[in-house]
């Protein structure tokens, strides 16, 4: 598995230093709300359980899997709920959990329909961003890391379902998927 990465783009220690960063900022600014935070599956699964740890504010959670890109590296720009929430988001702070924003397209949709059925708010939080990418306007409202237009893998990010338990975040040789 280790031999199908190209390079460490940020380590299980870089990692841990930012995401308790941000569960700080988030627990500063949602003070005194109880947020309802939102896992993006599947690729948010361990940001999410990272950061809910070091966030210290009352808060509820619930999941969402969304698909937009099958087993390719690139979006197809469609859009589909695979699962929807178990609970109303109606009046809620919602918190949207997600690993990467890449076309932005998953998002500015999700928040779409989030927004739709009548939440309070709808904040944004991404570990990665990949800006250059961005087809539609979306700014998350929290990031941790900025990364290069490369395909990358780890922390719960998958090629074809493989490397989601990397510790660390990499960037896969590209041989692996031209195969
Ligand atoms: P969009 O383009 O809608 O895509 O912003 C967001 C979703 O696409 C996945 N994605 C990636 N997954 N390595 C991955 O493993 C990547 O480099 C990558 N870029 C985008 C991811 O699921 C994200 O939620
Ligand atoms: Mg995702």
Do not use: W
Not at 47 to 69: H, Q, R
Not at 121 to 143: G, H, I, M, W
């Amino acid at each position: 598995m280790q031999n199908d990465i190209k390079e460490v783009l940020y380590s299980e220690e870089q990692i841990g230093v930012k995401v308790r960063e941000l569960g700080a900022k988030l627990s500063a600014d949602y003070e005194g709300r109880n947020p309802l935070v939102i896992c993006v599956l599947k690729g948010a699964f361990i940001f999410m359980s990272d950061l809910v740890k070091t966030i210290t504010v009352p808060l509820e959670i619930d999941f969402m899997a969304v698909s937009s890109y099958g087993a390719s590296t690139k979006s197809s720009g469609v859009v589909k709920i695979i699962k929807d929430l178990d609970v109303s988001v109606e009046g809620r702070d919602v918190l949207i959990v997600e690993d990467i924003i890449d076309s932005g397209l998953t998002l500015s949709y999700l928040i779409d329909v989030l927004e739709h059925r009548g939440t309070k708010s709808v904040t944004v939080v991404t570990l990665f961003d990949k800006p250059a990418r961005r087809t539609v306007s979306l700014e998350p409202n929290y990031k941790g890391f900025t990364l290069p237009d490369e395909f990358v893998v780890g922390y719960g990010l998958d090629y074809a379902e493989k490397y989601r338990n990397l510790p660390y975040i990499g960037i896969l040789k590209p041989q692996v998927y031209e195969k």
